[in-house]
């Protein structure tokens, strides 16, 4: 083979010269006037769009110059925030001021970049004045003669003054005058605005922009916001919160119109995405005495285009765990918002379980009607009627169940994150009057779940969860197991064998009348993936509903945990500290926290 000739070579090497660049980006430097504060000067290198473009790798001539024309701007803007209004900021490109250099000639090449920041002696307020103001206006602290003169500031008092009107349901609000001086021989900022609140606004129509497959008259409707009534924008708020709410719309967007009517009233116009209508789901939980337990759900989020919901979900349990065999379960549910109000929805469900627990076994159906109201954001109450028919067998033997139940519940929740919250708590309660058919007994049985988040600095968090429950009114021999306690296991006491913790009756065990669990946990980030949880739980069962002469049990462990879009991945290790149900080493695996 012949080797190459000299004038490829040198072409070869001219298409390299020419595809490298000529003069990389040596250096960006800043410089500032000697007893500049670090904070001030960290807060204006991380400001900088040239900090930005060199951490980028956006270093191309073109980029740089554009960025370096930005930075005065930015910079400036960067000061004003901090109250420095006697500004001198320089910016060279090789020698030369990058506000000087022609848009139409912007250099081939670029070397270095030298800023020069003088941010001159912070200025304070001299007036400090808004007006007129809506009865109850709280205007920022810092908003007053002799305070530093920050740049938002003034923004933060010109955005309270306009919404302490709107409040008032003056929607049009504005402010006319803004009297912005600053003097520089005294270092001090003069701001006097004036405000014009409008003329007092009511609601006008919503106007539905097209493109939901959610009937116009339905979405209305559902945001229930009230025509004819005085502006106020939070019930704005709560009328797009209610669409958000019922998992229909990937979007909702709300936008008051320009103009008034001739009745000063104010037309909104709601801008709506749908979701997807179908949603699949599945999950999957493992524990080395429970075994194995996997769900699934199917979901079609507006089948009559109603923004109703129905959904179908399916779930088998104690695969291949020790806890006496299988659990299956199948739901329907069906639920339309807005039912009796904006904020009442009604469900209605039927059930079909096989339980095959430690100490019982029976199949069931169950029939029910609901209402559920959201009170506020964190508030919600819920009433229904259920009828409930069941076959089981334990220690008493075979019995048929008819039940007429009434339940009521509250939740309250303010967590921060449903399936890894760090602060808030929640809380519910639910009292259940039933009525006994047939043989049945009648009685009354209430749950109560309490958790609480606290953090402890940026890393740790504590959770606390307190469980209790009672059944009044019917005797421990002729109640459905169903509605009986147990502790143990991976939803009260980890450690202990699952619904090892019951009640001793003749010719064998059952459930208790009373119940009450209590756990603590200790979360750590060690990571932005990674976190560690160390935790102990205790669990009481008692035969009576007055929790006397019972027993008690606890166990204690470690566990990991690793972040990911769909929650914490969970791996706990706990073993049992007291009680004589159990012994030995309990894994769970799950997504989310525990509780």
Do not use: C
């Not at 500004?87 to 670029?110: H, T």
């Not at 009796?340 to 469900?347: E, K, L, M, Q, W």
């Not at 001793?504 to 990571?527: D, I, K, M, N, W």
């Amino acid at each position: 083979m012949r080797g190459a000739s000299p004038r490829f070579a040198v072409a070869a090497l001219m298409a390299l010269l020419w595809a490298a660049p000529l003069n990389a980006l040596d250096s960006i430097d800043f410089q500032f006037p000697s007893g500049t504060d670090e904070s001030l000067q960290k807060g204006l290198r991380a400001a900088s769009s040239l900090t930005a473009a060199e951490k980028e790798g956006r270093t191309s001539p073109a980029d740089l110059y554009a960025a370096a024309l930005s930075d005065y701007r930015s910079l400036t803007e960067a000061l004003y925030a901090r109250g420095h209004y006697s500004v001198v900021v320089s910016i060279a490109i090789d020698g030369r001021e990058a506000a000087e250099i022609p848009p139409l000639s912007p250099p081939s090449e670029i070397g270095t970049i030298f800023i020069r920041i003088d941010p001159g002696t912070p200025f304070r307020f001299g007036r400090a004045e808004i007006a007129p103001l809506a009865e109850g206006t709280k205007l920022p602290e810092g908003f007053r003669p002799d305070a530093p003169a920050l740049a938002g500031t003034v923004t933060e008092a010109a955005l309270a003054a306009v919404e302490g009107w709107r409040q008032k349901s003056h929607a049009k609000a504005l402010i006319s005058n803004d009297n912005i001086s600053a003097n520089h021989s005294t270092q001090r900022l003069d701001a006097a605005l004036t405000v014009a609140p409008g003329p007092a606004v009511t609601f006008g129509s919503l106007i539905v922009e097209p493109g939901s497959s959610v009937r116009e008259k339905r979405i209305r409707a559902i945001a229930g916001l009230p025509e004819g009534a005085p502006f106020d924008p939070t019930q704005l708020a709560k009328a797009a919160d209610r669409l958000r709410r019922t998992g229909t719309f990937r979007s909702v967007a709300f936008s008051e119109a320009e103009n008034l009517n001739a009745d000063n009233s104010l037309d909104i116009t709601a801008s709506i995405v749908d979701e997807v209508p179908r949603r699949y789901g599945a999950g999957a939980e493992l524990s080395t005495f429970e075994g194995l337990t996997v769900s699934g759900f199917w979901l079609h989020r507006n089948i009559f285009n109603r923004a109703d919901r129905f959904r179908i979900e399916a779930e088998a349990a104690g695969l291949g765990g020790q806890t006496g065999g299988p659990d299956y379960s199948l739901t329907a549910r069906f639920q339309r918002p807005a039912v009796y109000g904006p904020d009442t929805s009604f469900t209605a469900e039927i059930g079909l379980e096989h339980l095959d627990e430690p100490d019982f076994r029976s199949d069931s159906i169950t029939l029910g009607l609901a209402a559920s109201r959201a009170f506020s954001d964190a508030l919600t109450g819920d009433l229904g009627i259920k009828f409930t028919a069941s076959e089981a067998t334990d220690s008493f033997g075979t019995r048929d169940f008819r039940l007429l139940q009434f339940p009521m519940g509250l939740t309250r929740d303010t967590r921060d994150n449903l399936l890894n919250p760090s602060k808030g708590s929640y809380l519910k309660a639910i009292l259940t009057p039933f009525r006994g058919l047939a043989s049945t007994e009648s009685g009354t049985r209430f749950t109560l779940d309490a958790r609480t988040y606290l953090p402890a600095g940026d890393r740790l968090t504590f959770a606390m969860r307190g469980q209790m429950g009672a059944v009044w009114g019917a005797a421990l021999s002729n109640i459905s197991p169903e509605f009986l306690f147990w502790s143990g296991g991976g939803g009260t006491v980890r450690g202990q064998p699952y619904q090892s913790l019951d009640v001793a009756v003749p010719g064998g065990t059952t459930g208790g009348r009373s119940f009450a669990a209590l756990s603590l946990e200790a979360r750590t980030e060690v990571s932005p993936t990674i976190g560690l949880v160390a935790f102990a739980d205790g669990g009481y069962i008692a035969s009576a509903p007055d929790f006397a002469g019972g027993a008690f049990h606890a166990g204690a462990g470690i566990g990991l945990r690793y972040d990911t879009p769909l929650g914490p991945l969970r791996f706990d290790v706990a073993a049992p500290v007291a009680g004589n149900t159990g012994d030995g080493m309990q894994l769970y695996i799950g997504i989310g926290q525990a509780f």
